[in-house]
């Protein structure tokens, strides 16, 4: 018996022509949390189909707990121990947590009728091998995600699980749910179970593996223990190339652009008071409920203050609504992207134009075309749009291209105030350094930035002053440079 | 205590206390609801379309939905009438409920094949196989009124018993038919419930991937339910035909919409995954009622159908609300650790 | 072109100017070997209609012309529109309807006479686009008759309502109108339920017999039901025997010999009332020929059948031709007619 409870060699996979896989290999220990990471698209999830029997290999050789396989069947994988958490957890919605938990096992036994004693003592022992408490009769639709996730792991227990996929497991996690979750894992590696853990998310990557595999336009880039890797070294497997990880210090203090004082919003936020100067990128974080998006909508003109002022270049101003707000230069980029901020269907030219349109038509609000090209053409240039024709539908560029689209909007209009919230949320690693790398440039010609963000890490990497924001106040103002993660966490929080 | 909270959150209370003021408002207005022979009259009104709603209910539940039960049920009952006629056919009843059943279920197998098995959508091939079947039965059949055998005659008079109202003196026979329909229901709640069969209807409706990935055979599920349906549509058809004791090709067309707004009052989702039968016969009693009762409450024939597409829309907005308040409170579900 | 179009004008104008007089629109200058007539009943599977193609088939064995009946499957006026407009485009030369919404074929029949098409209807005596409307008789006076009829299986005395098939239906109402107005005059025992003059069996047999139980719940001195479309009178007749109303409610209305057969031989039913459906098809196509042969339409027309040898245009109507062809069906009759 080998030490090994997976191990895939040289496996290829091609489909339609398209090479997925071109000769990866895969080794995970028995009792190890080993993680696969690397941008969407370089075959992760390819892999997992492959190891989880539901695709065929081209080439290569598995081995599962000692066994090889030439054709592998779903059904001769859960047999040998593979269970996969699926990124949608694969429950149905409307059953019951007990039907949830033992149907798969009720079917894998071809049981034809249906026994509620059994399934509620099947259901029983599933939560008890986690010591989770859940209501039985609750229908799953009725439960957080976390909860739902928890039912899909419990399930996947039942099986005698020696391998457990988790694909991509803490996308819809809240910070506290993601350490509950580890918590699982941890225990479940106790108990002998391997856990395969497929992440993109760097520091989740370090905190819960012992060995990783990372994987670039489906070919195996490094493996090895996560204990001898380093952030640069990751971001570098990951996408191939090199960032600075430096904080960003605004080469001169600039005048100052924006200010609030006293600003109140029922409900939301109370008595805040801070100023924004030109050049500088100001973080504010805060957890969900703290005001932080409200202040920013305020600022933009969505809300309307109860109290307090705003001023703009030491003017003060009333924003009467997101016109007003533009016309003074304030600009905003809502935390979804895809579903506020762009028209899918419609052309690049059209998205970064759309707001500009006035300034760029003619007597009786003809659109000058000329114009129009050589604004779209500047600003492709300058933000590095992967694009060879801005004519086609933005739905067709990739997440951080998009994201761009959406800066090239603002930037269009002459502004001297962006405000972004969540700028690189699912956005994978090489773009959302692109984009700080975007900000610090744009911010170093003198604009203004504040970008809201509940990643902390990126709070840290691209700002030169953090806010950090609580019940509607400001709970401290601090340096980047002088704090951690922790801290930050720790302020939002209340620990501290 | 939870079991409370999760009553409320079901549409059954809420249909049933609709039915409760219904029926007080016609027990006010005539004084007649509750007499023995006018609620043995609506439980006789309800028989057919409960009959139907049974298998639109399945076929909801599963994530589809089926306008084609009339159609089949047409077909079906009239193919068998004629054949039976034309061998002047004079045994015992159950091999008419036999032939109908089995026509009901070829019939339902087309349906299975185009929608388990080839994957369309189901409301446009149910939608084409209720034209074609009614289609058939124009055209190869040249259907029209036509009596019944005299064995499916003398079952339309059977009774169970006769309810008489002591105030008027007015008698009202129970149908014979309802030992169908309750058999019906008994059947059809073991099978939802006690099979995995069932089960997978119920899993299919919620999430076909999901499904899939259990080990459900999905498309399995799917022929068995199109096909089942069909047959339960033929017995319905020929339920008719007795009840009536004439075999009328047309008169249950147009029944669908009917039936479906009684299936979604009963609170079956109708996205699919939730719904009772103890829903959806709360929903055909209160169709039911309604319509067998506008004279009794004293509303002229003008306003029937302004009235009945008031309830129909306040009935079906507040199951649709209710469905609505769960998505809500879905989204804003905090932490569950 | 223009000067075409005036041309057209002009010959429209001299054409509707000289209608009454002269009765020549819609003269066929084909052989009559190639014209089509169709007939379009309500409802294809009905019994009634199929009677009338019984009629149809007759007219055409008689005289060796093309007639034909199609119809929709189900009685429905959209479907109904789209059966003529099929017909249109297949070019028949005459089209016989027995509308189920008059109304609501008001633009496809005027499509088919600026075509040339002769068209003629059955139980429409309001439809505008039509040459003429045939009545098997004057409506108010079946409307009497029905009411004859209940009267005397009444005694004469008591309260009584109407059903139709729907209050949409313009026959079925001008029967009732015509019975009720009957009853006011001749009939001073008898009284109209106030609070529900005027009930719905949407022609189908369950309904009926639903309604029927629910009026004799509501209003136990309802002593009759004057029925008018043919599913009324067996509906209500088995809610009487069922609720035990026997010798106690009554009613009477239009209905085919074989469906009323146990009813009327019971006792339950006095008498069903009825023109025959296949005198009314053969009469239609008969009429469609005349006009396609050119010969003129005038009161006392005699389409050579009974009950329609001597037809006369309504009071106030060039285009409504009324017969007298109702019948009686009774314990006696009903085993002769066949259908």
New interface residues.
């Given amino acids: 018996m080998s030490d090994n409870i997976l191990k895939v060699e040289n496996i290829k996979k091609s489909f339609g022509g398209v090479e997925a896989l071109k000769g990866v290999s895969l080794e995970i220990r028995k009792g190890e949390i080993h993680c696969l990471a690397g941008e969407n698209g370089c075959g992760k999830s390819t892999l997992i189909k492959i190891v989880s029997g539901v695709y065929e290999a081209d080439e290569g050789s598995i081995e599962l707990d000692g066994k090889s396989f030439s054709r592998m069947s779903p059904m001769d994988a859960i047999a040998r121990g593979v269970q996969v958490i699926?990124q949608?957890f694969?429950?149905?919605?409307?059953?019951t947590v007990m039907?949830n938990l033992a149907?798969?096992m009720?079917?894998?036994a071809e049981?034809?009728?249906?026994s509620y004693k059994r399934i509620r003592a099947i259901a029983s022992e599933a939560l008890a091998k986690l010591g989770v408490d859940l209501?039985l009769?609750?229908r799953v639709?009725?439960?957080?995600?976390?909860?739902r996730q928890?039912i899909a792991i419990c399930r996947a227990l039942l099986h005698d699980a020696k391998l457990v996929i988790m694909d991509e497991p803490t996308t819809a996690l809240?910070k506290?749910?993601v350490k509950?979750l580890f918590a699982i894992i941890k225990r479940l590696q106790a108990e002998g179970i391997s856990i395969l853990f497929v992440s993109h998310k760097l520091d989740e990557v370090f905190e819960i593996s012992e060995r990783y595999t990372i994987f670039r336009n489906g070919q195996n880039v490094a493996t090895g223990e996560t204990s001898g890797l380093d952030r640069k070294a990751f971001v570098r497997y990951m996408t191939g190339r090199e960032f600075s990880e430096e904080s960003y210090r605004p080469a001169k203090q600039g005048e100052v652009v924006l200010a609030a004082k006293n600003l109140s919003l029922t409900g939301a936020f109370k008595d805040l008071s801070f100023e924004l100067r030109a050049g500088e990128i100001l973080g504010i974080t805060g957890l969900l409920g703290s005001g932080r998006t409200e202040l920013v909508q305020t600022l933009f003109g969505i809300y309307k203050p109860d109290s307090g002022e705003v001023q703009v270049r030491g003017k003060r101003v009333r924003i009467r609504g997101v016109k007003s707000a533009i016309r003074m230069g304030i600009g905003y980029v809502p935390a979804d992207r895809l579903t506020e901020g762009l028209f899918l269907p419609q052309s690049i030219v059209r998205n970064i134009v759309v707001s500009k349109l006035d300034r760029l038509s003619g007597l009786f609000g003809v659109l000058k075309g000329k114009a129009i090209g050589a604004e779209v053409e500047k600003w492709v240039r300058e933000l590095s749009i992967a694009t060879n024709d801005p004519s086609l539908p933005v739905q067709t560029l990739s997440g951080g291209n998009q994201q761009k689209v959406v800066l090239a909007r603002w930037l269009a209009n002459d502004l001297s105030v962006l405000i972004l919230n969540g700028p690189t949320v699912g956005v994978d690693i090489g773009s959302k350094y692109d984009i700080h790398a975007l900000l610090r440039s744009l911010a170093e010609r003198g604009l203004a930035i504040i970008v809201i963000s509940d990643d902390l890490p990126e709070v840290l990497a691209c700002t030169s002053r953090i806010l950090v924001m609580r019940g509607g106040g400001i709970a401290e103002v601090l340096d980047p440079a002088s704090t951690t993660e922790q801290r930050l966490g720790e302020i939002s929080t209340g620990v501290a | 205590m939870i079991n409370m909270r999760r009553m409320a959150k079901r549409s059954e209370p809420y249909v049933f206390g609709a039915i409760v003021l219904l029926c007080l408002l016609i027990q006010v207005q005539s004084k007649q609801f509750f007499t023995g022979n006018n609620l043995v009259d609506l439980a006789r009104s309800m028989i057919v379309p409960a009959l139907f709603s049974i298998g639109a209910m399945m076929v909801i539940v599963s994530g589809g939905i089926d306008v084609s039960f009339p159609a089949i049920a047409s077909l079906a009952m009239y193919a068998t009438d004629r054949i039976l006629l034309n061998v002047n056919y004079s045994g015992n009843v159950m091999l008419a409920y036999a032939m109908a059943a089995g026509f009901g279920l070829a019939m339902g197998a087309v349906n299975a094949l185009l929608i388990g098995v080839l994957r369309l959508p189901t409301l446009v091939v149910t939608l084409g196989t209720s034209s074609l079947f009614t289609g058939i039965m124009q055209g190869a059949l040249a259907a029209s009124e036509s009596p019944v055998p005299p064995s499916i005659l003398a079952h339309g008079k059977e009774k169970l018993f006769t309810a008489t109202n002591t105030q008027l003196g007015l008698t009202s026979d129970m149908p014979s038919q309802i030992l169908i329909l309750l058999g019906a229901l008994l059947l059809v709640f073991l099978l939802l419930r006690y099979t995995m069969l069932g089960r997978g209807i119920y899993a299919i409706g919620g999430d076909e991937a999901a499904a899939r990935r259990a080990g459900f055979n999905v498309v399995g599920v799917k022929v068995f339910i199109y096909c089942f349906v069909g047959a339960m549509a033929g017995v319905t058809g020929m339920v008719r035909a007795s009840m009536m004791m004439n075999a009328h090709p047309t008169n249950l067309l147009g029944m669908e919409m009917t039936v479906i707004a009684a299936v979604v009052l009963g609170g079956t989702r109708v996205t699919g995954g939730l719904g009772t039968l103890t829903g959806t016969m709360l929903g055909v009693a209160l169709m039911i009622i309604l319509s067998n009762s506008l004279i009794l409450i004293g509303i002229p024939t003008y306003w029937t159908r302004v009235f009945t597409g008031a309830v129909i829309i306040i009935g079906t907005g507040v199951t649709a609300w209710q469905a609505g308040g769960s998505g809500r409170r879905l989204a804003s579900s905090g932490t569950g650790l | 072109m223009k000067k075409g179009l005036v041309k057209l004008l002009a010959l429209l104008l001299v054409l509707a100017v000289a209608t009454p007089l002269v009765a020549q629109v819609g003269k066929s200058s084909k052989p009559s070997k190639d014209w089509k007539i169709a007939l379009v009943p309500k409802d294809s599977t009905n019994a009634w209609f199929v009677r009338m193609e019984v009629g149809v088939k007759q007219y055409a064995k008689d005289t060796g012309l093309n007639a034909f009946q199609k119809g929709p499957a189900k009685t429905d006026a959209a479907m109904q529109a789209q059966v003529i407009q099929d017909l249109i485009a297949q070019g028949v030369d005459a089209i016989c309807v027995v509308p189920v919404d008059p109304a609501a074929l008001e633009p496809v029949l005027g499509e088919a006479l600026k075509k040339g098409i002769v068209v003629v209807t059955h139980e429409a005596s309001f439809q505008e686009n039509t040459m003429y409307d045939i009545e098997a008789f004057n409506n108010a006076d079946y409307g009497a008759f029905i009411m004859d009829n209940l009267a005397k299986a009444m005694g004469q005395k008591g309260l009584y309502t109407t059903m139709v098939g729907h209050v949409t239906n313009a026959s079925h109402n001008e029967w009732a109108d015509g019975g009720v107005a009957h009853q006011k005059a001749t009939y001073p025992g008898m009284t109209l339920l106030a609070a529900e003059p005027r009930v719905e069996s949407e022609d189908n047999l369950e309904k009926a017999y639903e309604r029927a139980k629910e009026l004799f719940k509501k209003y136990p001195n309802l002593k009759g039901i004057m029925g008018t479309s043919s599913k009324d009178a067996p509906g209500v007749a088995r809610a009487i025997e069922e609720m035990g109303l026997k010798g106690k409610v009554f009613v009477s209305g239009t209905g085919l010999p074989n469906e009323n057969k146990t009813f009327l031989k019971d006792g339950t039913l006095a008498a069903a009332t009825l023109w025959d459906p296949k005198d009314a098809g053969y009469a239609l196509c008969s009429l469609a020929t005349k006009i396609l042969k050119g010969e003129p339409i005038a009161d006392g027309l005699n389409l050579k059948l009974k009950g329609y040898e001597s037809m006369h245009f309504a009071p106030g109507s060039k285009k409504v031709l009324l017969g007298s062809g109702w019948i009686v069906i009774d314990k006696k009759n009903v085993d002769s007619f066949g259908f």
């Fill in positions: 699926y949608d694969s429950v149905f919605p409307n059953l039907e149907l798969n009720e079917l894998m049981r034809k009728l249906v209501d009769e609750e639709e009725n439960l957080s995600v976390a909860n928890l809240t506290r749910e509950a």
